[in-house]
Nanobody
């Protein structure tokens, strides 16, 4: 079992930045690929970014490429999503997720999920 807890959400103006954290506990964090997903109001959950267990490879949705950066610190069992140049359309509940194996962009591939953290970007 892997337990995931997100933090760092909040209200920010367009153009601002937020830093989301995902703290993991349970089984060896290093073995798991990690991802960030988000669910905008009234919409389906969508992929944001993913990172391999080693942190050597990262993947991004086109909508956030160049603005968001995913990283992880396996020694601290933590994953980070640095979000810059935020837009109102980034408003969503953000979830971190973990899977045993390679990084993936489909939410169906992830077994473990956090409870989510709200990000609201005002115009």
């Amino acid at each position: 079992q892997v337990q995931l807890v997100e933090s760092g959400g909040g209200l920010v103006q367009a153009g601002g930045s937020l830093r989301l954290s995902c703290a993991a506990s349970g089984r060896t964090f290093t073995w798991y690929a990690m991802g960030w997903f988000r669910q905008p109001p009234g919409k389906e959950r969508e992929f944001v970014a993913a990172i391999r267990w080693s942190g050597g490879s990262t993947y991004y949705a086109d909508s956030v490429k160049g603005r968001f950066t995913i990283s992880r610190d396996n020694a601290k069992n933590t994953m980070i999503l640095q979000m810059n140049s935020l837009k109102p359309e980034d408003t969503a509940v953000y979830y971190c997720a973990a899977r045993y194996g390679g990084a993936a962009s489909s939410s169906d591939e992830y077994r473990y999920w956090g409870q989510g953290t709200q990000v609201t970007v005002s115009s």
